[in-house]
């Protein structure tokens, strides 16, 4: 998308999960591009121009205005990106040093993550309950790897390895995370859906939810979304790490979450770190290994 001014209709198509195996269609597009008026010359694709058109929150104004409910959004909340790299405020890069410590990664794959997602709920807000990273299948390419990736797959998915989610204040009511299959035993997806009580709903249904965090000023969790592979990598897509935020019902609430993107493949993980640091190959696997010093049978930080 950034690399041409003209994002081709497939581009487009593989970065538009809907929820776990659901894709946008052709259709879909056409009908969200027909809804925002969004493609003015109407030759099917969205100019770099008619997408800086588009206001930030057109597609939820789209959707409210289709008689969608608020409450039916995935989310209600806004949010804004905050650099962390060289340069930025140093209690932005003081953050993500206390990432690196915490997670004991090592510091290039912090370094190389996204940057600092911060998140606003105004009353009413919620966030239903979502994994913030997609299962690995082979036609799936992780976003952060794709452009290294010597392979053209058909979808696209972000690859968030670690989440830490802060909270930057105490929320006068509501608004936990909820985590409505921590350590669920008998967890099967169906059960999700049962009796008219969906636990994914975080409006209704938080109360259901086997773990809830409230949220607290200079507080952080932290957690794995994807299991190990049992060879020190990234495996499986971790179904337990399934979260959401409930409903605040008085006040703001204000979360920042720092995601660590790794590549499930390896090798891709490898040919990207290699590609942003344009070192030779040899010095690259300096970043993918970790200290055998600080490594602990009982964690599961394994990189
Ligand atoms: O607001 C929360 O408690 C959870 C936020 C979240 O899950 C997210 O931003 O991905
Ligand atoms: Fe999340």
């Known amino acids: 998308l950034i690399l041409s001014s003209l994002p081709y209709l497939q581009q487009i198509l593989t970065h538009s999960r809907v929820r776990d195996g659901i894709w946008l269609t052709p259709e879909n597009l056409r009908e969200i591009y027909a809804g925002l008026k969004a493609d003015k010359d109407g030759n099917g694709l969205l100019s770099l121009e008619e997408f800086r058109l588009l206001s930030n929150d057109a597609f939820q104004r789209f959707l409210l205005q289709r008689g969608v409910k608020r409450s039916q959004l995935v989310r209600n909340s806004r949010h804004t ?17 206390r990432v690196t410590r915490l997670t004991r990664l090592p510091p ?12 606003r709920y105004e009353e009413g807000g919620h966030y239903h309950a979502h994994h913030d990273s997609g299962p ?3 036609e799936t390419a992780c976003t952060h790897t794709r452009l290294a990736a010597n392979t053209s797959t058909p979808f696209e998915t972000s690859c968030r390895y670690i989440t830490v989610l802060f ?46 965090v409230k949220p607290t000023k200079g507080t952080a969790v932290f957690w794995y979304n994807y299991l190990s592979d049992g060879q020190g990598w990234v495996g499986e897509q971790d179904e337990y790490a399934l979260h959401g935020g409930c409903v605040v019902t008085h006040g703001t609430k204000w979360v920042a979450n720092k995601w660590i993107n790794i590549d499930p493949d390896y090798q891709r993980q490898a ?13 690259d696997d300096e970043g993918l290994t970790l200290n055998p010093d600080i490594q602990s049978p009982d964690i599961h930080q394994d990189l």
């Open 81 to 97: 990106w905050l650099y962390q790299g060289k340069g930025a405020h140093r209690v932005l890069q003081d953050i993500k040093a």
């Open 108 to 119: 290039t794959l912090v370094d190389l993550s996204e940057p600092l997602q911060v998140v």
């Open 136 to 138: 690995v299948y082979p």
């Open 167 to 212: 909270y930057l204040n105490s929320v006068e009511g509501g608004g936990e995370t909820a985590f409505p299959v921590a350590d669920n035993r008998t967890y099967d997806e169906v059960s999700l859906i049962q009796n008219d009580v969906d636990l994914l709903d975080t409006r209704r249904n938080c109360d259901k939810s086997n773990l809830r």
């Open 271 to 283: 040919r990207y770190q290699q590609l942003v640091s344009q070192q030779p190959e040899e010095e």
